[in-house]
């Protein structure tokens, strides 16, 4: 339980972060997310990384769970959940997948388990929910009431327009937490 | 209402004898009797779109095979598809481009391209290598299985050879009927057409070039069959690549079995339709015309007439062969005020009087509705085919009343309730005055404007055991003012109720 006693949040420049969602343990916000009013971050396990221009929307979870025994084994090494850049976790989603890569979409209302490994390029339907263990290859869709499964040959928009409106917009209506955290100078530093 | 989306607890037999929850049932102002699903016949008003709206004309219709020329379903997961624009950057036409733009080399312009994509499963037309096209519809290319051109000469075959018959059956009856009259009578004049003169005196129809099927080369079975490839049986399949069923039947001309030959399905139209009696033939159902609007020109549906009743709560744990009681709710949904009587089911024998007298009344019915009324039938409707094919036919398909299948299963206490059900007032809710408050009967426990709930005391039978469904069922007389008519008449009518009381539990 040691990372998640104290947070750690840090926070790039061009993030946009809102000030009222809650984000818990060690996490690092990279440059160009957005994180938006209501969203959870869950960093209980090891630290969390979010990679570039990914958008958390609101009420999204994403969590880092410890084992459901909640036992963490000394001689194994903190793990660190890297997720990777661009992804999108819609209104409610709520991901506890043990891997995620890239440009991945994550539909509203979608319940990712945490012994699912999710690989890059796919989109978790809305209301879609993965429980068991299993690796999602490159390109996976699901889709609809029974989790259907295709794959998708004909790449999926990017996300690029919507992150420069939020990033436009939000600021606007909401308080944002100030980038704390530089790269270079950390580097310097040390 | 309340049970409008799912099973409901309290359920009315029609007049034919099935049950129904009163929300699938309509209301015969003419014959005052309930009507079911089964009691109407069913005729469609118009075909429309339902994702663009548009009304198409039933022969258009029929000519596009029932599908809408512009929207498309996805054929992975059967969801609508929508036209996504993307800007594509396109070398100018080579024939000016050596004039103007010599320095600079090859001049590009943007273009606004469109493709199809389904929000669900994220399908595209692109997966399929469907072109992106210049217009957003009306230019996706048609999907042609390989066998199209056979399909079209067996469907040109198999019509030649309906007309046949149907000419052949025609002559046959020409032949074998004696004629009757040579000349019309006066009283048959209405909705005398040509032909139908002709066919009287007995000239063969006009129009009846004598059809021939055109041969066609007869399908041949063979055993000669592709083996299986060698790897069918060694390698893992792949089921992604692999079609379901559901896909196959969403194309259904070549049902592929890989997922790369699903091509955009156009979309099936949806019809509105009219329901009209049977017995009467009045509509009971009549839809606006127009695909965008919800509404109804003519709507008979049972809750506007019938008192709706609702089960609140049950009063006591059931056991066999004790006594229980249930809390109805009864609203009135009429503009009068109604005296509602409560008492046992019919018995056995009543109610096969009460079919005996169903059918007398049919018969009566289908006696006094004679060929002429037919006839003058034919001449108020435009189109004969119509009325020859879903009027004249279907009053002889009066669905044939029967028992009520489901029992009760308890005895009333009470041999009789009566009371008023107040009108509906809309205004009501707004008054301040509190109700007097006057002498009612016991077991009504309280009332509302036109709403009232009473206790329905009963005694489940012996012979039930732990966990049978108790189902408390009475007839409902109620008074019904009929307005069609000039001076409203008031009548007394019956509706049989049914109700899941619940499970008998053990001690
Ligand atoms: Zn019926
Ligand atoms: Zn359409
Ligand atoms: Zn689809
Ligand atoms: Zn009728």
Redo the contacts with the bound molecule.
């Keep these: 339980m040691s990372h998640a006693e104290h947070n750690e949040i840090k926070i790039m420049a061009k993030a946009i972060v809102c000030e009222d969602c809650s984000l818990i343990g060690d996490i690092t916000i990279s440059p160009g997310c957005v994180i938006h009013p209501s969203a959870t971050i869950i960093a209980e396990a090891g630290p969390i990384v979010l990679g570039e221009n990914c958008i958390v929307e609101e009420y999204s979870t994403i969590a880092f769970r410890l084992p459901t025994d909640n036992k963490i084994d000394p001689a194994v090494e903190v793990r660190t959940l890297n997720i990777g850049a661009n992804n999108v976790f819609e209104v409610g989603s709520r991901v506890e997948a043990c891997h995620i890569g890239e440009k991945n979409v994550f539909e509203s209302k979608c319940y990712v388990g945490p012994c699912v490994f999710v690989s890059s390029g796919c989109i978790i339907g809305a209301g879609v929910r993965l429980v068991s263990e299993q690796k999602l290859p490159e390109n996976t869709v699901i889709y609809g009431r029974n989790c259907l499964q295709r794959e998708a040959i004909d790449k999926h928009g990017s996300q690029t327009l919507q992150i420069d409106f939020l990033r436009k917009v939000l600021p606007n209506y909401h308080h944002l937490r100030k980038p704390n955290y530089d790269p270079k100078k950390m580097r310097i530093a040390t | 209402m309340a049970n409008f989306m799912q099973n409901s607890v309290v359920s009315y037999a029609c007049t034919c004898g099935l049950v129904n929850p009163i929300t699938k049932l309509f209301f ?4 005052l ?1 309930l ?1 079911c699903g089964f009691c109407v016949c069913h005729e469609v008003d118009s075909h429309f779109c339902s994702n663009c709206l548009e009304n198409i004309p039933s022969s258009e219709a029929k000519h596009k095979k029932n599908c809408c020329t512009n929207c498309f379903n996805c054929p992975c997961c059967q969801h609508t598809l929508s036209a996504r624009a993307t800007m594509v950057v396109v070398p100018k036409k080579t024939d000016d481009s050596p004039k103007e733009g010599e320095g600079d080399g090859v001049k590009a312009v943007t273009k606004k391209m469109y493709y199809l994509s389904c929000l669900g499963c994220r399908w595209t037309s692109r997966d399929v290598g469907i072109p992106d096209q210049n217009v957003a519809t009306g230019a996706w290319p048609e999907n042609e299985c390989s066998y199209q051109t056979r399909f079209n000469a067996l469907l040109e075959y198999y019509q030649a050879v309906v007309l046949q018959d149907k000419q052949e059956k025609q002559e046959y009856l020409r032949r074998k009927t004696p004629k009757a009259h040579k000349f019309p009578s006066l009283t048959d004049r209405t909705g005398l057409t040509v032909s139908m003169i002709r066919r009287q005196i007995g000239w063969p129809d006009k129009n009846t070039q004598k059809a021939k099927p055109v041969n066609i080369t007869p399908s041949v079975a063979t055993d000669e069959l592709e083996d299986l490839p060698a790897d069918v049986f060694t390698q893992p399949i792949n089921l992604r690549n692999v079609s379901n069923i559901q896909q196959r039947h969403g194309q259904p001309s070549d049902q592929p079995f890989t997922v790369n030959k699903l091509y955009p399905q156009r979309r099936i139209l949806w019809i509105k339709r009219s329901l009209r ?6 509509n ?1 159902i009549k839809p606006e015309y127009h695909p965008t609007s919800v509404k109804y020109r003519i709507q008979l549906f049972a809750n506007y007439h019938v008192p709706d009743v609702l089960l609140v709560r049950s009063e006591e744990v059931l056991h066999a062969g004790k006594s229980g009681s249930i809390i109805l709710k009864l609203t009135n949904p009429t503009m009068h005020d109604m005296s509602i009587k409560i008492k046992e089911l019919p018995t056995l024998s009543e109610e096969l009087e009460m079919i005996e007298e169903f059918k007398l009344a049919c018969k009566i019915k289908e006696n006094t509705a004679t060929s002429a009324a037919a006839e003058s039938l034919k001449s108020i409707t435009s189109s004969p085919s119509l009325t020859s094919t879903t009027l004249s036919r279907q009053t002889s398909l009066i669905e044939d009343p029967r028992i009520v299948q489901q029992k009760a299963n308890v005895k009333l206490n009470n041999s009789e309730l009566n009371f008023v059900l107040n009108q509906r007032d809309d205004s009501t809710e707004f008054d301040e005055d509190v109700q007097t408050p006057r002498e009612e009967p016991e077991f009504i426990i309280w009332r509302k404007s036109n709403k009232v709930s009473i206790r329905l005391p009963f005694t489940t039978d012996e012979s039930l055991k732990v966990g049978d469904l108790v189902k408390v069922g009475f007839t409902m007389e109620y008074t019904y003012v009929n307005t069609v008519t000039n001076t409203p008449t008031s009548h007394t009518l019956s509706a049989r109720v049914f109700i899941d009381a619940g499970q008998i539990l053990g001690e």
């Design positions: 015969c102002r003419h014959c009797k009507r009696c049977r017995q009467c033939e009045h009971v």
